[in-house]
């Protein structure tokens, strides 16, 4: 089977920083687009920031120029470089993956569990 593991959340002070790590493991043969979103109570989860396989990445307007995401190929592994923290980013971050399992058969949308990024004023 297949797991997305996140890692990275906690307390940080407006103006801070965080790094948000996501680790995908179990049967897979490739992992196309990889994505980070974010939740608050009452609202629908929005895109933060995706990545392709070959590195193309796609922004929040909200977050552009203070969050970098990345990836490494090799370790299936994708990451949120979160700078410049305001308190209006406090929410839930999820990452997802597109993972094919073999080549035979469709990719499949999977997610973590999340983890809380609360940035205090």
């Known amino acids: 089977q297949v797991q997305l593991v996140e890692s990275g959340g906690g307390l940080v002070q407006a103006g801070g920083s965080l790094r948000l790590s996501c680790a995908a493991s179990?049967?897979?043969?490739?992992?196309?687009?990889m994505g980070w979103y974010r939740q608050t109570p009452g609202k629908q989860r929005e895109l933060v920031a995706a990545?392709?396989?070959?590195?193309?990445?796609d922004y929040a307007d909200s977050v552009k120029g203070r969050f970098t995401i990345s990836r490494d190929n090799a370790k299936n592994t994708v990451y949120l470089q979160m700078n410049s923290l305001k308190p209006e980013d406090t929410a839930v971050y999820y990452c997802?993956?597109?993972?094919?399992?073999?080549?035979?058969?469709?990719?499949?949308?999977?997610w973590g569990q999340g983890t809380q990024v609360t940035v205090s004023s």
């Open positions: 997802n993956a597109n993972i094919m399992r073999a080549y035979y058969i469709g990719s499949d949308l999977y």
């Open positions: 179990g049967s897979i043969f490739s992992i196309d687009t």
């Open positions: 990545i392709t396989r070959g590195g193309s990445t």
